[in-house]
């Protein structure tokens, strides 16, 4: 088409695609930066700078003759040590070719070691030179953060088994695939977007773009194939309302809930949106696109679950998530943290009640999680009342048995409905329209078919 028009035309529209593109282009280059500088380790020379043990002049020097007698064992010896440290504070990302010992003081003809010295050069960042063929599948698990998106994808086949619906393999397996996809794109998007505040907690700082394993542009790709995969094979085994759910969420992750952490303590409430929408993923898979109160009930308990697993979670982060510049509840609102913490684990012990009533599953549900949601309540009252390390991490660490074990027990608990019901409700419309058959004898084969079918 650019053939059919004028030169002058044609050149313009090309410079003005290439200016557009190249605008992108740069944006993406500043976002890129602090992979190339890394600020971190270069603060971290600094501080290590400070902290050499300063040693005396020789004229006041009393141990000098003691400091010349250091053996060479003792000094390689010091050497290995000083050397593993920095592997484990850098993630081994640190070229360690040279001497660690650089810094030292000339007492005697004899070099003696600063304890911590370190030279700012040897901690520069390194071009990319390309990852390895073998090591991609590692590099793809921790863009997508594998634990995390296992937890979406079985959350979603619980909604799909939950469903009061026949269950067929290839729709489950369908599912879970491209589930799977979609959230790990999400998470790549996410890690994208905040590498240069990941690279300054230590909870954050080993992964794969803060550490430069992968380059910008290879991890934005990777989001970009997962995606499309993703949605293609929901798409393709399940229904247009699963994939719709799938994208809004893909969206809401990257496009409101990774944004508003830098914004607003809201972000909470927009992720845990997030976290319940794959259950409703898997019943309308199985549902063929509706849901009903089932998959309400089973949103709902994801939704209230994720506040005291994040919020305890968050408490011992308060110091990094700060440093980072998120706004989170532990950062800017301990009380509300507790105390939302603390609401929606007595919400929890609601939802489970609900379910029964609602004709979700059996009565013997409400028993059953009982136990399980009064201690999550237990629980959350002494992080409410202590707010101190030890109830936070109680607390974590039981949301994530809690979760599983309630999930198991609405499985057991489902409400099946009886299929003779509904082959006595198919006699039936058989035997209502079979009247009709007589003035039509061209539908007796089909009916006496279906009948044969039904029985």
Not at 102 to 124: F, Y
Not at 194 to 223: I, Y
Request: hydrophobic share 45%; with cysteine; glycine share 8%.
């Amino acid at each position: 088409m650019l053939l059919l028009l004028p030169a002058s035309r044609t050149i313009r529209i090309v410079n003005m695609t290439y200016q557009r593109y190249y605008f992108i282009y740069r944006v993406g280059v500043a976002i890129a930066k602090p992979y190339s500088t890394r600020p971190t380790l270069q603060k971290m020379a600094v501080a290590s700078q400070q902290s050499v043990a300063k040693i005396k002049p020789r004229e006041t020097l009393d141990d000098v003759d003691a400091a010349n007698k250091i053996s060479d064992s003792g000094v390689a010896r010091l050497k290995e040590a000083v050397e593993g440290r920095l592997k484990a504070d850098v993630g081994n990302s640190v070229d360690l070719a040279g001497s660690v010992v650089a810094e030292s003081v000339k007492l005697g003809g004899k070099a003696v070691p600063l304890h911590n010295a370190v030279d700012p050069g040897e901690l520069e960042w390194k071009e990319f030179g390309g990852a390895q063929l073998s090591s991609l599948p590692g590099h793809y698990l921790m863009l997508a953060k594998f634990r995390l998106t296992a937890l979406v994808v079985l959350s979603s086949m619980g909604g799909y088994v939950m469903a009061p619906y026949p269950l067929e393999a290839t729709t489950l397996i369908g599912l879970a695939v491209g589930t799977g996809l979609v959230s790990s794109a999400a998470n790549a998007i996410n890690q994208f977007l905040e590498a240069p505040f990941d690279a300054q907690m230590p909870r954050t700082r080993n992964r794969a773009l803060v550490r430069g394993l992968l380059t910008p542009a290879h991890a934005v790709g990777f989001a970009l194939g997962s995606s499309i995969c993703g949605s293609c094979i929901l798409w393709s085994f399940t229904n247009p309302a699963t994939t719709a759910l799938g994208i809004a969420n893909l969206f809401l992750y990257t496009s409101a809930y990774t944004p508003l952490k830098r914004l607003t303590i809201a972000n909470t409430w927009v992720g845990s949106v997030v976290g319940a929408i794959p259950p409703l993923m898997g019943w309308a898979a199985c549902s063929g696109g509706s849901l009903e109160a089932g998959a309400w009930i089973l949103a709902g308990v994801l939704y209230a679950w994720q506040f005291p697993h994040f919020n305890a979670l968050s408490w011992n982060l308060r110091q990094e998530y700060s440093r980072a510049g998120y706004r989170m509840m532990a950062v800017t609102n301990p009380d509300l943290c507790r105390t939302t913490s603390l609401r929606y684990s007595i919400g929890m012990i609601g939802i489970c009640l609900a379910a029964p009533m609602l004709d979700v599953t059996t009565w013997t549900f409400a028993f059953d999680s009982m136990p399980l949601n009064l201690y999550l309540t237990y629980l959350s009252w002494n992080f409410y009342k202590e707010a101190d390390s030890r109830s936070s991490r109680k607390l974590f660490r039981f949301t994530l048995l809690h979760l599983p074990l309630l999930m198991l027990l609405m499985i057991i608990s489902k409400k099946h409905h009886s299929s003779s019901s509904d082959a006595s409700g198919a006699k039936e419309a058989l035997v209502s329209i079979s009247p009709i058959s007589e003035g039509m004898p061209e539908l007796k084969p089909v009916i006496q078919m279906e009948s044969k079918l039904v029985s």
